[in-house]
């Protein structure tokens, strides 16, 4: 148990559907990201949000729209993916002035 | 993008035998860390090493950090079924944790 909770765990949805997953820490920590992980390839950052603004966007595309409303909430709203999108979302989280990352359990995601 | 190759990509061992597992890069890193993965969860930090040729010990698991800051390796001793997982090793130029492909451990009775 890292204190990042993600929810929901498993989502099946399909390519008209609107859907958000939602990450949550109450750690204090100040800076929140989304990865992506597929099978065969690293982890890959999406955004990085810090004290709230977002700071990094690695070209993702726009039917991944992240949302940070406050420091201990991170939410990525997905509308209209593709079935390449499927993979596991995971959120993670760190501390101020800290290097290592805490992540949440992860959200999988089937587009159908 | 500083980007970390990990070898080997995967392997399988029988329980009680000893690996090393490696973690390279061009680029020179203020710190990198180890993370274990187990399937359907997220990682889980290990170790963070910081100097170079700085060695830590996490019971059957030895981590060293190069001379130059630039790989790092993992070695585990006596091998369990409890250590089987992906191992990750990233390092964080600025805002971002960059990770490796990660190196996918069996270990069987």
């Known amino acids: 148990e890292t204190g990042v909770t993600q929810t929901p765990r498993h989502l099946v949805m399909g390519m008209t559907n609107k859907k958000s997953l939602k990450c949550e820490q109450h750690l204090g920590h100040n800076a929140m990201y989304w990865y992506k992980q597929s099978a065969k390839k690293p982890l890959e950052l999406m955004f990085v949000y810090s004290l709230e603004e977002r700071v990094e966007n690695n070209s993702v595309p726009s039917r991944f729209s992240p949302e940070c409303p406050n420091s201990s909430h991170l939410f990525l709203h997905l509308h209209t993916l593709q079935p390449e999108d499927s993979a596991l979302y995971l959120c993670?989280?760190?501390?101020?002035?800290?290097?290592?990352?805490?992540f949440g359990q992860g959200t999988r995601l089937t587009v159908v | 993008t500083q980007l970390l190759e990990q070898s080997p990509q995967f392997l399988s061992i029988q329980e009680g035998e000893n690996l090393t597992v490696y973690c390279n890069s061009s680029?020179?890193?203020?710190?990198l860390q180890w993370y274990r993965q187990e399937p359907g969860e997220g990682p889980v930090l290990l170790v963070t090493?910081?100097?170079?040729?700085e060695v830590k010990k996490l019971k059957r698991l030895t981590f060293q950090f190069g001379d130059a800051r630039k790989d790092s390796s993992l070695h585990i001793t006596a091998a369990q079924t409890g250590d089987t997982g992906l191992y990750l090793c990233a390092g964080a130029p600025g805002y971002a944790l960059n990770f490796g492909k990660g190196t996918s451990l069996l270990v069987t009775p």
């Open positions: 680029s020179v890193f203020s710190s």
């Open positions: 090493v910081v100097t170079g040729g």
């Open positions: 993670a989280s760190r501390p101020p002035g800290g290097t290592e990352a805490f």
